[in-house]
């Protein structure tokens, strides 16, 4: 994904920016799940850093956590960044929580607000 700067797009105008760089790397997202990604990724005004790419990833896991290829997919990615490293810590606690939901030791998805407490 490109992971383009779009502050200066209006809401609509990043919605579908997102989605078709969305649907563009991953082509088996429909149309309303990559929208609906979009809805929740967030604003980004500068190069995106691993923190910002991986939580796009977290957002299509998110959505399409029950696609098992998808699913593979974008944790390889989320791996590589991971090796890369992140500036918040946290991030490295949700990695290991979605490692661990793909690999069938946890149940359920895990929510960012499980670690955020929000």
């Not at 959505?63 to 490293?85: Q, S, W």
């Amino acid at each position: 994904m490109k992971f383009e700067e779009n502050s200066n797009c209006s809401f609509e105008e990043k919605i579908s920016m997102v989605s078709n760089e969305i649907i563009e790397a991953y082509p088996e997202i429909s149309l309303k799940d990559a929208e609906e990604i979009a809805m929740l990724d967030e604003t980004i005004n500068k190069p995106a850093n691993n923190d910002i790419k991986f939580m796009r990833y977290y957002y299509i896991l998110l959505i399409t956590h029950e696609n098992l290829t998808l699913r593979k997919k974008i944790l390889k990615e989320i791996t590589e960044l991971a090796k890369k490293g992140f500036d918040d810590d946290k991030l490295y606690e949700l990695f290991n929580e979605i490692y661990n939901f793909v690999s069938g030791k946890r149940i359920d998805f895990p929510l960012v607000s499980e670690l955020y407490g929000y």
